[in-house]
């Protein structure tokens, strides 16, 4: 059984269809990225599956377990996290206090409310632990807003992979990176364990296919191409829809 | 409690100081005075909770006096039947608690300008109530609140009494306050007012401790409510009405939103200047704007910004208190990696 599954979604913005019948799937462990123009309705799509935007219709599914109807928190619960294409933060809070925040909420005492946040060991060691893996333990009393822009897309990912999910999403994970960060996220990317499902929306061309082993096309809010990497890659009509029109110019 | 803390940092001098504070105040009061910081302290527990929906939770309610008069009236009404002190407390406590989950669960669909005005209007709606029920409430009005507080040791009427009656529910409050503030729910909730959507995202239900701090914001107003009903033995609708709720609105800008302590600070203020500025002149409404302003115009802070300025420099490091922070000098993972080999 695939463990994230979208069935047949359709999404409007008044009179905007955005989406029309997207169906997708991810394995367990697998890497799917997501590619298609700017305005196709990628970060819709992820919107529909976590929950932050209710789908007009369709179904999604997670593990087997229809989560349609399903609030957002309810789909975390499930092993399900994304991170932003614009960067969401905690921007006033320090880093560690951002980190405490994610960390808290895949934790039973998150409802308590005397014994003070900061006294949970616990808490201490998986900030901690996540903080050194990822390289910000130094930065760990600086403000987001103190952050540089790298940094900040970096805690956007630290913060999703906070509920241990066992599939997380991606939007644009590199975009506005310099080349040199864009190559240590990916290899970041590259190095997480198999045991998350990646589901990842990214336009540069080196990221997707040095991480990908399935592609899924957006185009004009519908499915127009999937399957493994050289599948896509030789395809003309998806150059041509990449390439031809609208993409958008990188740095 | 502090002795369990061994190894942190000692916490909450403030309480030591606030405790103290309470106790010796009437040595040094004129007669009058300990009246006016009897008030003082029943204000400052209805201003606190102001403080936290809006320092904490960003939530601004232009009708937090529904649940202080819904309070009041409790005690009013139902203390013509009842006399046991700690129920009716805790009766108008609920009362209050449960209009504020029911008007909260209906409002927060609506933000900003619009929750503002359906917070007004839900107040406005219980001012009616008590203003047109005159067979029950006494319309315009209003009526005498017969219940005498009675905490288990005799009838409490003197004036010196009733002082330890409010200067200790002050504390308590505060005490719970403080708490939750710390708590992983209260840090939670600032989590939401910073950033509901990012908070939804990583999986918390974000409409449940909304619902609950707005709940316990207002079972303390009416927790406040009561006490008032008994400080001033007469309870009127101005009690649920909109001035009320706007003057608590300026006691916590005054005091500096944002903080716990603000709040109480900017009603001691407020009910200080009332009262004196209204021995000088009749203008004393307009004093207080003017101070109103100064204080808006100066920005985020208020006294308690000032205080703290002051606070930090004048005493030792060890005793310096963050506010809402308890947190050891040092991260205490460090500590433990360093004990263990
Ligand atoms: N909340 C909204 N209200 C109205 N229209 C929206 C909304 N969100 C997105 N859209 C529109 O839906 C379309 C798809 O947007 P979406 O953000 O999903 O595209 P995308 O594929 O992520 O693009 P990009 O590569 O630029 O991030 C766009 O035309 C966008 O303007
Ligand atoms: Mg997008």
């Known amino acids: 059984m695939s463990l994230l599954a979208v ?9 905007l269809q955005v989406l029309r019948d997207v169906s997708l799937e991810v394995q367990p462990g697998q890497r799917h990225v997501i590619i298609g123009p700017n305005g196709a309705g990628k970060t819709t799509v992820f919107k529909c599956i976590t929950g932050l935007l209710p789908a007009d219709s369709g179904s999604i599914a997670i593990d087997g377990t229809d989560v349609t109807g399903m609030p957002a928190h309810s789909r975390v619960s499930l092993g399900l996290a994304c991170t932003f294409q614009k960067t969401n933060l905690f921007s006033e809070l320090t880093v560690e206090e951002n980190l405490h925040l994610a960390v808290t909420a895949r934790k039973p005492y998150r409802f308590r409310i005397w014994k003070p ?23 760990r009393r600086h403000r987001v807003d103190e952050l540089s822009y790298g940094e900040q897309r970096i805690l956007e990912i630290v913060l999703a992979l906070a ?3 066992r599939i997380l999403l991606l939007d644009e994970p590199t975009s506005g990176m310099s080349p040199a960060e864009t190559a240590r996220t990916t290899s970041l990317i590259q190095e997480m364990p198999r045991s998350v499902a990646l589901l ?18 957006l185009h004009h809010g519908e499915v127009f191409l999937s399957g493994p990497p050289e599948e896509v890659r030789g395809d003309e009509r998806v150059r041509e829809i990449y390439f031809g029109g609208g993409a958008r110019p990188h740095a | 409690m502090i002795g369990r803390l061994s190894g942190r940092r000692v916490p909450w001098p403030g309480v030591a100081v606030l405790t103290l504070l309470v106790l010796l105040l009437p040595l040094v009061l004129p007669p009058f005075g300990v009246g006016i910081a009897t008030e003082v302290f029943i204000m400052a527990i209805f201003a606190m909770s102001l403080g936290l929906i809006l320092g904490y939770a960003g939530l601004v309610s232009l009708g937090h006096a529904a649940f202080f008069g819904a309070g009041a009236y409790t005690v009013a009404l139902l203390g013509q039947y009842v006399f046991n002190t700690y129920l009716l407390l805790l ?3 609920a009362v209050a608690a449960l209009l504020a989950a029911i008007s909260g669960a209906l409002f927060f669909r609506s933000t900003g300008a619009y929750f503002l005005m359906l917070t007004l209007a839900f107040s406005q709606v219980l001012f009616a109530v008590a203003f047109q029920a005159e067979p029950i409430t006494g319309g315009d009005d209003g009526m005498s609140v017969v219940a005498v507080p009675d905490l288990g040791f005799g009838e409490i009427v003197g004036e010196l009494g009733l002082y330890y ?15 939750f503030v710390a708590s992983p729910a209260g840090k939670v909730v600032k989590g939401i007012m910073e950033n509901e959507l990012r908070m939804r995202a990583l999986g918390y239900n974000t409409f449940s401790y909304k619902l609950f701090v707005y709940t316990l914001a207002g079972a303390m107003a009416g927790f406040a409510g009561a006490l008032y009903a008994y400080f001033n033995f007469y309870v009127t609708p101005d009690l649920l009405g909109w001035v009320l709720s706007g003057q608590a609105l300026i006691m916590v800008i005054i005091g500096g939103v944002g903080t716990l302590l603000g709040p109480a600070l900017g009603a001691a203020f407020f009910i200080v200047v009332q009262n004196y500025a209204s021995f000088y002149t009749e203008y004393w409404a307009l004093v207080l704007g003017l101070i109103f302003i100064i204080f808006v115009l100066l920005g985020r802070g208020g006294l308690m910004h000032l205080l703290r300025a002051v606070w930090n420099r004048t005493l030792p ?20 990696k360093e004990r263990t080999p």
């Open chain 2, 165 to 179: 009656m409010m200067g200790f529910a002050f504390l308590g409050c505060y005490l719970l306050l403080r708490l």
């Open chain 1, 7 to 15: 069935n047949g979604v359709s999404k409007a913005f008044g009179s």
């Open chain 1, 117 to 139: 946040l900061s006294w949970y060991e616990d808490l201490q060691r998986d900030t901690r632990e996540l903080l050194q893996e990822w390289d910000l333990w130094s930065r």
């Open chain 2, 91 to 93: 009766s108008a406590t």
């Open chain 1, 200 to 217: 990842v929306i990214e336009h540069d061309m080196d990221v997707v296919f040095s991480i990908a082993d399935y592609i899924t096309v």
């Open chain 1, 163 to 165: 509920s241990k999910p």
């Open chain 2, 317 to 336: 490091s060890r005793f310096r208190e963050r506010e809402d922070e308890m947190e050891p000098e040092e991260p205490a993972a460090e500590h433990q």
